[in-house]
């Protein structure tokens, strides 16, 4: 991982790679590297630093001419942040050259073939290995023929971009495996961009053809030959819309600022076109829902506490036994699927290794599937039966919010068709519609008034450890006010249900360990008010998140935040934005950058 550019053109190729890198930074990364292509002096020249893109301008402007190259972003998987393991990654004959996401997993067995053979490697990489292993069938075929080779010969999922100094005029991409995207692309003049992430390429072209597993291509100024071609490649070109949801004229200096303020306005898109973007879609979809018996939900990070929401819409709304499993567990497991289950992926990037490898596994297992994404072009929707689209918007933050949002209030919308479907009568109905209907005002106003947040934060900031409690709805927002601070103020925050305190968590509670507890009014609140007496007669200090009017559970809290409290299911998710909030002032206050919080990608492409 985690990102990939190449271009071939008629322009300066290291300033057009520096600027699409650039587009990529928000995916995060620890070291970068260009290979360009210089015909007039026939050298391939490469150029790689740890740490930003910034580092390599000057040799950008100064040492890298041509119009054809080959640039990487990587996070950090096989060997440290090093410039040797940085890509490119050659072959030990200097004569393959390539740029790498994925994991090639049998690649012990095949360095030490490689090793056996006389090659010698300079990285800790697996992309290393690839680079030599090509070179290795150079001798008895021809690049097309080594390449199909090296397909079938590496296991795990990969997408490589290379050059070959025997023709270095062409860059030559394949891909193994549905994790990490990879598409080409041709603008009018004829350049040709390739890239793992298609949003960075809206300015530079109308549309853009993706590749699916087991395809090779090599592309040269000219031509596009395919040397291995899934069927009907006409389905996989894209016409690229301008994305309107992209603010350009934003008054936040942080992109998690903007995006958590962006709240109310991406769920009031959601919600009003609804009909279209989650009703229809439900009912146009191939998904034979009569048939269904369980939903299981996967997902990895906020998406899989998302999940945990919508596994308890399935079963509270649409009267259907659901599951949420954590998408790196799920294969794990060993859990009896067939084609009476429904798996929906939750994925904003539609990328994630562990959740499209748990969609392969469904599919295998003849479930029906759902990709629940932001973007619909994404690994996950191509392999699914059908996309839900979350609508939010593209989110550029490493921490999600407004995707996580937006995937709960799709999840129960989705569960309110899918009781239709199923008919089941749903109890409350137009109740339920109202308090999500009203749900971005409400949304609104507890972004309109953030002094108290604020100084809570102030409270808190310089805590090493902190718990969040909740029980019910409330337990996965919890689980996702602590992976928040985790993320972007590194401070040792961990969910519980407030149930397990008794159980051995009480053990933790002491002068430096406060609790947040959410403690809407409802069928938790009894029981919340006993587990908060309990923490504060052990002198624990008690931070809640009550309803109004809480005039039990308040007086025993050192500070509280007061969240107005209309209906069961819609509730936690105004919840969760006191807690985003929490953590990105902290952050602002602990000086870290809330956008690129340390040894976190946005996009993770490898299991
Ligand atoms: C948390 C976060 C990550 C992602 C996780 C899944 O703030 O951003 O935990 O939620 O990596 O990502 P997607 O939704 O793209 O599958």
């Known amino acids: 991982m985690c990102g990939i550019v190449g271009y071939i053109g008629t322009d300066n190729a ?18 970068a590297g260009i290979a360009v292509y210089d015909n007039i002096k026939g050298q391939l020249n490469i150029k790689k630093t740890i740490g930003t893109i910034n580092n390599l301008s000057e040799e950008i402007t100064k040492n890298l001419k041509g119009s054809l190259g080959i640039s990487h972003t990587r996070w950090a998987t096989h060997g440290k ?64 023929e080594a390449l199909k080779i090296v397909l079938s010969e590496i296991t795990g999922s990969s997408t490589i971009v290379g ?17 990490g995207g990879l598409v080409i692309s041709e603008n009018e003049k004829g350049e040709k961009i390739i890239s793992s992430d298609p949003s960075i390429i809206s300015d530079f ?6 590749l699916v597993d087991s395809e090779i291509a090599i592309l040269s100024s000219n031509t596009t030959n395919f040397v291995q071609e899934a069927s009907k490649p006409e389905s996989r070109l894209i016409n690229i819309t301008a994305n309107t949801m992209i603010n350009d004229d934003s008054v936040y200096q942080f992109k998690m600022e903007e995006e958590i303020f962006s709240q109310k306005k991406a769920l009031e898109r959601l919600i009003s076109k609804k009909d279209s973007l989650i009703f229809k879609k439900l009912d146009n979809s191939k998904i034979e829902f009569k048939k269904v018996e369980r939903i299981l939900i996967i997902g990895m990070g906020s998406s899989f506490h998302a999940g945990l929401l919508g596994s308890s819409y399935f079963e ?5 036994k659901s599951e949420t499993i954590n998408a790196s567990e799920f294969i794990e497991t060993k859990k009896v699927i067939g084609p009476e289950d429904l798996v929906i992926g939750v994925t904003q990037s ?13 599919k295998i297992k003849e479930a029906q599937t759902i990709a629940v994404v932001e973007k619909d072009t994404s690994q996950a929707s191509i392999i699914s039966d059908t996309t839900i689209n979350i609508s939010s918007g593209p989110e550029f933050a490493v921490a999600s919010t407004k995707t996580f949002t937006s995937s709960v209030v799709s999840l129960l919308l989705m569960s309110i068709k899918i009781a239709e479907k199923r008919n089941i009568v749903i109890k409350n109905l137009k109740e339920l519609l109202e308090n999500i209907g009203m749900l971005p005002s409400k949304v609104g106003s507890i972004l309109s008034d953030i002094s108290s947040i604020k100084s809570l934060s102030r409270k808190l900031h310089n805590q090493e450890h902190i718990l969040y409690l909740g029980r019910g709805l409330l337990y996965p927002i919890a689980l996702e006010g602590a992976l928040k601070m985790k993320e972007v103020c590194y401070i040792h925050a961990e969910a519980y249900t407030a149930g397990e305190m008794k159980h051995g968590v009480n053990a933790l509670i002491g002068d430096d360990m406060p609790s947040i507890v959410l403690a809407p009014k409802g069928s938790t609140h009894a029981k919340m008010l006993s587990t908060v007496n309990e923490i504060t007669a052990r002198e624990g200090r008690v931070i809640g998140l009550v309803s109004e009017k809480d005039l039990e559970i308040t007086p025993l809290l050192s500070e509280h935040l007061t969240i107005e409290s209309y209906h069961p299911l819609v509730d936690p998710i105004l919840f969760v934005l006191p807690l985003q909030l929490i953590s990105l002032y902290c952050s602002l206050r602990l000086k870290i950058n809330p956008d690129r919080p340390r040894n976190l990608a946005k996009t993770v492409t490898v299991e």
């Open 205 to 210: 072209a109308s549309s853009y053809r993706y």
């Open 350 to 362: 539609g990328e994630t290794a562990e959740t499209i490898k748990g969609l392969e596994f469904a």
């Open 81 to 144: 942040i090093t410039k040797e393991n940085a890509h490119p990654q050659t072959s030990s004959n200097n004569k393959i050259t390539i740029v790498h996401n994925g994991i090639v997993e049998n690649y012990l067995d095949l360095k030490a073939k490689m090793i056996a053979k006389g090659y010698t490697f300079t990285s800790e990489t697996d992309s290393e290995v690839i680079a030599n292993l090509i070179d290795s069938h150079l001798d008895k075929n021809d690049i097309n």
């Open 316 to 320: 509270a709304v649409s009267s259907i």
């Open 14 to 31: 290291a300033i057009i790679l520096e600027r699409f890198l650039k587009s990529l930074e928000y995916r995060g990364y620890d070291s």
């Open 163 to 179: 050059i070959s100094s025997e023709d270095p005029n062409s860059i030559f991409v394949l891909k193994k495996g549905n994790s």
